[in-house]
């Protein structure tokens, strides 16, 4: 007998609640809400699949994903909502004492971390796209309601998509306990259609941003992550536009190296004939050049453009490793600029936007 496989877009078994997570280095939250398992913008370089949602790769087989990794962006399913049991994590979370809490949380909860809050749930059959997207968008704005009414944690919003412009209001009953941002490595839509290639383009995430600075809401944007293609005037093209968006913290990384994100951006790569610069991650010394480079770059041009104070980097782990300390001219100097870089604990205002 054949068992029946399930949509790869479609409901996931297990509700949306709040959970402790563990960011290493990047200052963003203490928990986080998850509201589907899998990510329809698919973006090459992607870390989650490795890290996260390879653990769910029996349930997936259930639904035809055969590989998390090398499929993702093929499966999207959102998970159902329990409002019981979004209420019991919410209050455990409430209750956790600042002591068992990592420092650099901000006490915020970020939606979301494993997909992004604000996507196109694609099926086949255009009417369950529609009621998969809107399903996504309730369960966003009853879980906020229920957030903000219910305790005193922070938000982080982060997304690619301008479709969180329909909770702009809903998020500035906020107040200062959240804070909206969005990923933008570079404003060339080109580039970003071979990295991320089902999300929506930089311009658009651009006029997003302003829009919700115009809006009255707390923006940060992460610049992140930048491609091996952002050379010098890309970024500062980057950098001149987000230094319009006014924001609270500008977050930079260039692509670090997870499982199999580099094997997936170079087969997509080949796949659309564009040729990309992937021998950077060739060896760990060329990997360690590319990133070196893109962190001291933006270093230097946000202090040119007179946004160094908003600037907070995110060096990869493997930074510190001990062969790349011992490849320094000055080691004990590169390791009190690596520390302070990632012992910063990122702003969080105090008060509502003007
Ligand atoms: S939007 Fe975020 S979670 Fe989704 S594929 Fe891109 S990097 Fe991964």
């Not at 901000?106 to 009417?127: E, G, I, K, W």
């Not at 301008?162 to 998020?171: C, E, I, N, T």
């Amino acid at each position: 007998m054949t068992t029946q496989l399930k949509e790869p877009v479609g409901l996931w078994s297990h509700p949306a609640v709040i959970t402790a997570n563990n960011f290493v280095h990047k200052s963003l939250s203490n928990w986080s809400l998850n509201i589907a398992i899998g990510c329809s913008h698919g973006c090459r370089f992607c870390y989650v699949p490795s890290s996260s949602t390879i653990k769910q790769a029996d349930r997936l087989k259930e639904y035809g994903v055969q590989d998390p990794d090398a499929e993702w962006g093929g499966y999207v399913l959102l998970r159902p909502w329990d409002e019981d049991k979004f209420l019991a994590s919410l209050a455990a979370a409430e209750r956790t004492p600042l002591a068992q809490l990592n420092f650099d949380g901000n006490r915020a909860v970020m939606l979301c971390t494993t997909t992004d809050p604000y996507q196109v749930f694609r099926h086949s059959n255009a009417a369950r796209s529609k009621e998969l997207t809107q399903q996504a968008l309730t369960m966003m704005s009853r879980a906020l309601e229920l957030i903000r009414d219910n305790s005193t944690l922070n938000v982080r919003i982060m997304t690619r998509s301008p479709l969180a412009r329909q909770h702009f209001a809903l998020f500035k009953t906020f107040g200062h306990r959240l804070l909206f941002g969005m990923s933008l490595p570079t404003l060339r839509n080109d580039l970003a259609k071979v990295y991320e290639p089902q999300a929506p383009a930089p311009s658009q995430r651009l006029q997003t941003l302003l829009a919700a600075k115009t809006a009255g809401l707390n923006v940060y944007v992460a610049m992140a992550p930048t491609y091996p293609e952002c050379d010098e005037a890309d970024l500062r093209a980057t950098l001149t536009a987000i230094k319009m968006v006014k924001p609270l913290t500008i977050f930079h990384e260039p692509i670090n190296i997870r499982a199999d994100n580099v094997d997936r951006i170079a087969a997509y790569g080949r796949a659309l004939g564009v040729k990309l610069n992937t021998q950077v991650f060739d060896t760990r010394e060329s990997w360690r050049d590319y990133s070196l480079e893109s962190l001291q770059t933006v270093v230097r041009v946000s202090s040119e453009l007179k946004i160094s104070n908003q600037l907070h980097l995110w060096p990869d782990k493997k930074l510190g490793s001990q062969w790349v300390v011992e490849s320094m001219p000055k080691p004990d100097q590169y390791v009190t600029w690596l520390k302070r870089r990632w012992e910063r604990v990122s702003e969080w205002p105090r008060t509502s936007a003007a």
